[in-house]
């Protein structure tokens, strides 16, 4: 369908440029861009050099011969729908190259209008596309909406709508494709509905109408590319005759064909026998249907000192013929057996506050949640041999929480701090190393116990499976909004309403002035995508508090799932899970009343 057709006002004002990363239709290594249109003047079969491409029409093209002989046309033919012919250092093998939409006198060029194309994408990976919206015409324009029209595979990272474009300006918009495990063959629609502005800043102007651009997407492998990938498992050193090393090799895929593991074969060997070092398998084909985690168990248990390895061929059907059957390679070493411990050396542990070292506790201590604890190696009882490190671990912490022991956990040093961000239990253990590199045969653990200390304190930790362990995932905010009354303080701006406290309204007045201990405070705010963020209110008043959960951004990693804690004088009255929470979702889960130990749970989801 031709653009005009469908966006007839728009097109002299708004031409969209489709900037994408991968090759649609011919090659643009190398070719030139002087364009031969309608209306020009033919170029003439004497004006052609040796093997170059001259255009004959706006999308047919002739490839000169190489000897020069005009007799001896080799090809002629057509660029086809989406391209169009160029001359100069185009090549017989690359005539045309993808048709652009231009800005051309204040207007676009006419053309078909695009095709957004997600073949044979990974379940597993997500993909981006960058799409331009150009304003080409004299006026300010202003895009009103973009937006998706399709399965939930496809989304847009959304324009924060309106946006004003001057002439000329361009908005970058980011489409992408998750397709899941059962995705085969989908279409959808990405929707831009603009306004023609009577003058710059103006909030009025002419509806220019709505234009469509199609989608379409389908899972599956890129050509050559393997269904399921090879790996090496390197073990690293285990001490012989002490040490098993036990692993499982997951094997998942998103190919939309069904696989059989038939069998697994040995193909190489060094260094240790099947009994040290071994893929194990049971033997019976293992069916591999698509998106299902099947798993082999690899083992290391040397026998002798040195290097070791093995490789294994896995025989699968039926398997691409571009690609080659998958291997796995399993490496370790083994090393020699040392002295296991030093029962000379009795490690002593204890924990502070930090601006509190009154607190101090041997195994013990009790804090509120974001307390900044130091850790104290100092008082150690030592006979026989000299210490060289400090072993202190972080064993146990809750759900969520980021805490971390602080500096390296193997230092020479033996001070160490820590920051214990969520309600719960942490423990700590100390081990010694003397300067024969043994560890201390006794390790000392200390207890961190955080409650909290407020009438009202509330937690949010999410997870987002689309982002496969990056480092920074969708972003959600932690709002507590408290009951209007008569007298209230009206908002400046939605995000500084004094009744919402969020991670942009941390820190608000809500009781008698100058008096913080009836104030909300925002503890922690997200900084990496995953929580957890803290809000805490010391002294509630005698009103309702509403808890929201907001999606600001999904960064193309599709929704995340959100898990709050609701504690009431110190005993935690809610754990509630939410659905799916994507960018611009509002996901309302509990109003409370605390004095009146009024609490409703209501778990809606508003997109």
Not at 419 to 444: F, K, M, W
Request: glycine fraction near 8%; include cysteine; charged fraction near 25%.
């Amino acid at each position: 369908m031709h653009l005009k057709a469908h966006f007839e006002p728009l097109l002299h004002l708004l031409a969209l440029i489709v900037a994408a990363s991968w090759g649609v239709g011919c090659n643009l290594d190398g070719l030139s861009s002087d364009f031969y249109d309608v209306g020009e003047e033919e170029p003439s079969l004497s004006s052609c050099q040796p093997g170059q491409v001259r255009c004959t029409t706006n999308s047919d093209y002739l490839i000169c011969p190489a000897s020069g002989d005009l007799s001896l046309v080799e090809t002629y033919g057509s660029c086809g729908e989406g391209t169009t012919c160029v001359t100069g250092a185009a090549t017989r093998e690359r005539p045309c190259i993808r048709y652009r939409n231009l800005c051309q006198d204040g207007e676009p060029v006419s053309v078909d209008r695009e095709l957004l194309s997600f073949k044979d994408i990974d379940t597993l990976k997500p993909t981006r596309r960058t799409v331009n919206l150009t304003n080409c015409g004299p006026d300010y324009l202003r895009i009103d909406a973009v937006d998706v029209l399709s399965p939930p595979t496809f989304s847009d990272e959304e324009i924060a709508a309106p946006v004003v474009l001057a002439p000329g300006e361009v908005a970058p918009l980011q489409v992408v494709y998750r397709p899941t495990y059962e995705s085969e063959q989908e279409q959808g629609e990405l929707r831009v509905i603009a306004t023609r502005l009577d003058q710059p800043g103006a909030f009025t102007g002419a509806p220019l109408g709505t234009l469509y651009i199609p989608l379409e997407g389908r899972a599956g492998r890129q050509p050559g590319q393997a269904p399921i990938q090879s790996r090496v498992l390197d073990f690293g050193e285990k001490v012989v005759g002490q040490q098993v090393a036990v692993t499982n090799i997951e094997l998942v895929h998103s190919d939309i064909a069904d696989y059989t593991l038939q069998y697994v074969e040995e193909i190489d060997r060094v260094g240790a026998d099947a009994d040290t070092l071994a893929l194990e398998w049971s033997g019976a084909p293992l069916e591999l249907p698509r998106g299902v985690r099947r798993s082999l168990r690899a083992r290391f248990a040397p026998e002798s000192t040195g290097v070791a390895s093995a490789t294994y061929r896995m025989v699968i059907t039926p398997w691409p013929a571009d690609t080659a059957l998958p291997t796995v390679t399993l490496q370790g070493a083994g090393i020699p057996p040392r002295e296991t411990c030093n029962p000379s050396i009795t490690p002593h542990l204890t924990a502070s506050e930090a601006d509190a070292p009154e607190s101090m506790s041997d195994d013990r201590l009790t804090v509120k949640p974001m307390t900044h604890v130091r850790l104290d190696a100092a008082a150690l009882h030592a006979s026989g041999a000299a210490i060289a490190r400090y072993h202190v671990t972080l064993l146990e912490a809750p759900r969520g929480s980021t805490a971390t022991i602080l500096g390296s956990h193997e230092a020479a040093s033996p001070n160490r701090d820590v920051v214990v961000d969520l309600v719960g239990r942490y423990t700590i253990r100390l081990a010694l190393e003397d300067t024969a590199g043994r560890v201390t045969c006794d390790t000392h653990d200390v207890v961190i116990d955080v409650r909290p200390e407020s009438e009202m304190h509330v937690e949010l930790i999410w997870e987002t499976p689309g982002a496969m362990g990056d480092a920074a995932s969708a972003d959600l905010d932690l709002h507590v909004v408290r009951e209007k009354r008569a007298g209230d303080r009206p908002p400046d701006h939605w995000s500084l309403d004094p009744a919402d406290c969020s991670p942009l309204n941390p820190n608000l007045d809500w009781g008698a002035p100058r008096v913080t201990a009836d104030d909300c405070r925002v503890l922690r705010v997200d900084q990496d995508g995953s929580g957890p963020e803290i809000i805490d209110i010391r002294s509630v008043d005698d009103r309702y508090y509403e808890i929201e959960v907001q999606g600001v951004t999904d960064r193309g990693f599709g929704p995340s799932f959100a898990t709050l804690q609701l504690y009431i004088h110190g005993e935690r009255r809610v754990v509630l899970g939410s659905p799916g929470i994507e960018a611009g979702a509002t996901w309302e889960a509990v109003r409370i009343r605390p004095s009146l130990s009024d609490l409703q749970i209501i778990d809606k989801l508003i997109e």
